[in-house]
């Protein structure tokens, strides 16, 4: 019957060796069975609790950013630029409002989707005094719009909920452990530039394990053929003519522009 | 027949319709696009190519397009498209002929498990190959457009793919990737070099790409027996220094470079093995190309 | 867990060791190195392992056996430290084998 038990580790006996009385061959030998004999491994597949890893932060093994994750992580711009995939999530990014006449969304809208404050118990930073609560695929949004890349703590947020729903195997990680660990923070056990940390290298980690359709601008999105579409707000439609969003029933049209109608 | 067989006017026709199939190596890569300088990019780098008739099985379809559609909310763009899939985000539209490049590495090395695919330049000569495994700016896309400019044979200046049946080295020659100054450098080291146009600003830098050479790409149905894996280190006004290196070691840092060794199984342990088994391993550091390839064509045969 | 050196050695010696069937790893070895790699089919991660862990598998290959009969045969057991220490230092480099399924014990 066999049995994984774990057994004491020795001492370091090299500090009980240094007398020059001692054959340097048997010393060699010595100090090879101090030193582990697994000079390095290769894993076949990605494996849970390494440094890269939530479970690590918990149990105190993780300081500071880690590049070397066996994982696959999407980014915040990935989840902002592709709304198609987060139907492989248990979170809404809004809600198509035009199709073309091939059935493929020709303008989005993030209302009426999953808000960032019913997810982590907070409200965003980019969050204004009486607006409506900001979505996730709104804070996004107005992450790239106002700081180029969606590179704050709270999208980092929003990708790591996202490919912890999508796909925890081959991520690393699970919702509720980002749950436990954004207790942890709140409680003041954890910091939260330690968990930023950790969870930039998650989502950083490997490549995407869904595919992208392409990078748009802040306020637009990639639909199903890969081509960006404006993704407008709130009960504001996407003016062809201004390139800006407007009042839904002011604007003009793709077809107006077509026509020469602005 | 060859792609220099055919006038600008007629690459650019068949790249917009039907697409030019090239041969390289063991695939037949089917092209489609409509941009200009994709078109003088094939004319110019794959100029002695053999060209497949169209109704030949294709082993990647591959287009260089534009994202289609409504109007850009960016500034012009290029995607690679591949078996009607995109698989990357778009790039500057001046990054067309790169974006090829890098999106046929793609392909081959994620679609190529019948070979076991390392991330590794590879060059031969008298029937020998020695391998350049390495990490980025290790030098070794410089140093493999240096040997190639001096008698070596081009197997591949990033994939190199190991045969489980024959165990040899199976050529897939392309053209040789150069960044920022190393394009200067075999400008100035090959001046017969014929080199593509300079595209600034990439995820890489500045990168260029040389042609292949004639030789290299008519020999491209000849593999080679592995001899030597050399890790290269270039190191400013470097002695070239060739230095025994463990095999133990040596299996590790290629399992780790390959891209699918894990998914060969046992297999891919047993081929490694055997390519390690039959190959001299060295750490080289180089600072002068010129020393560097005396280096190498002193490298001697392993005994067997 | 904190045992006293007889603790220790009554348990080194009634742990019998011994390695996973070839069938299940694969061991490549080059001479004049120290070093060695092996592959574990089941997990299918490869390993790069001292000279020390290297000969311990091989004398399993051979036949099951405890810490201090590895230790005997090994013939490192001449020198300035301790059998225990010697011991101790076997039974920790096998229980690091043990956690990547290299070897197994059982007691005897």
């Known amino acids: 019957m066999s049995d994984k038990t774990d057994l004491n580790q020795t001492e370091d006996l090299d500090n009980k060796n240094n007398s020059s009385s001692i054959d340097q061959s048997r010393r060699k030998f010595t100090q090879a069975g101090v030193a582990a004999p697994i000079i390095m491994s290769l894993a076949s597949q990605p494996v849970w609790g390494t440094e890269c890893s939530l479970s690590g932060f918990m149990s105190g093994n993780v300081s500071g950013r880690v590049h070397e994750c066996a994982g696959s992580g999407c980014t915040p711009g990935f989840w902002k630029n592709n709304y198609h995939a987060w139907a492989t999530t248990n979170y809404v990014p809004g809600q198509c409002v035009t199709v073309d006449n091939k059935g493929d969304c020709t303008e989005w809208n993030t209302e009426n989707a999953t808000t960032f404050i019913d997810v982590f118990g907070f409200a965003p930073s980019t969050q204004v005094d009486g607006e409506t609560p900001q979505t996730m695929m709104q804070v996004l949004q107005k992450e790239v719009h106002i700081n180029g890349s969606s590179s704050s703590y709270e999208s980092h947020l929003i990708a790591f909920a996202l490919n912890a729903s999508s796909n925890p195997v081959a991520f690393g990680a699970t919702q509720q452990q980002l749950a436990n660990a954004l207790d942890a923070v709140a409680n003041g056990e954890k910091s939260e530039q330690d968990l930023f940390d950790v969870v930039v290298s998650m989502n950083e980690q490997g490549e995407c394990f869904l595919n992208s359709r392409g990078e748009c601008a802040s306020d637009a999105v990639a639909n199903e053929a890969g081509n960006c579409i404006p993704a407008c707000s709130g009960n504001n439609r996407y003016d062809f003519c201004s390139n800006t969003c407007v009042p839904r029933g002011t604007e003009k049209t793709y077809l107006d522009y077509l026509n020469g109608n602005c | ?304 | 867990m904190n045992l006293g050196n007889g603790e220790q050695e009554r348990n080194a010696s009634s742990r019998q060791w011994q390695v996973a069937p070839d069938s299940e790893i694969f061991l490549t070895h080059w001479n004049n190195e120290e070093e060695t790699v092996l592959y574990h089919l089941g997990s299918g991660d490869t390993y790069l392992l001292n000279d020390l862990a290297r000969r311990v598998i091989l004398i399993l290959q051979e036949t099951p056996a405890s810490a201090i009969d590895i230790c005997d045969r090994i013939g490192f057991c001449l020198g300035v430290i301790s059998q225990q220490e010697k011991i101790k230092l076997l039974e920790n480099l096998l229980t690091d084998l043990l956690k990547v399924d290299v070897v197994r014990f059982q007691y005897r």
């Open chain 2, 1 to 304: 027949m060859k792609v220099s067989d055919l006038s600008q006017a007629e690459i650019r026709s068949q790249l917009q319709h039907t697409g030019i199939s090239l041969i390289i190596g063991p695939y037949i890569l089917c092209i489609q696009s409509k941009f200009n300088d994709v078109a003088e990019g094939i004319s110019l780098l794959y100029a002695d190519y053999q060209l497949q008739t169209l109704d030949s099985f294709a082993d990647f379809h591959i287009s260089i397009e534009s994202p289609i559609g409504l109007r850009s909310f960016l500034k012009p763009q290029v995607n690679f498209a591949f078996d009607g899939r995109v698989p990357f985000k778009p790039l500057p539209r001046d990054q067309a002929v790169p974006l090829l490049e890098w999106g046929t590495n793609w392909c081959i090395g994620n679609f190529s498990h019948q070979f076991m695919i390392i991330h590794a330049a590879v060059i031969e000569k008298n029937g020998f190959a020695a391998i350049l495994p390495g990490q980025p700016g290790a030098g070794k896309s410089t140093l493999c457009a240096g040997l190639v400019s001096r008698g070596w044979r081009l197997l591949s200046d990033e994939l190199t793919l190991i045969s489980p049946e024959d165990k040899r080295v199976v050529p897939v020659p392309r053209p040789v990737s150069l960044k920022n100054e190393s394009i200067d450098v075999i400008r100035e080291f090959a001046s017969d070099a014929v080199i593509g146009p300079v595209v600034h600003d990439t995820s890489k830098g500045t990168v260029a790409h040389m042609r292949s050479p004639a030789e290299s790409v008519e020999q491209a149905n000849i593999p080679a027996i592995p001899a030597w894996i050399v890790f290269p280190r270039y190191k400013q006004n470097a002695p070239a220094i060739l230095n025994q290196r463990a095999k133990g070691r040596s299996f590790m840092e290629l399992a780790e470079q390959s891209f699918n060794y894990n998914i060969l199984g046992v297999d891919g342990f047993k081929l490694l093995n055997h390519t390690i088994d039959n190959c001299n391993c060295y750490n080289f550091t180089y600072g002068h190309l010129s020393e560097a390839i005396e280096a190498f064509d002193a490298l001697p045969i392993p005994q067997c």
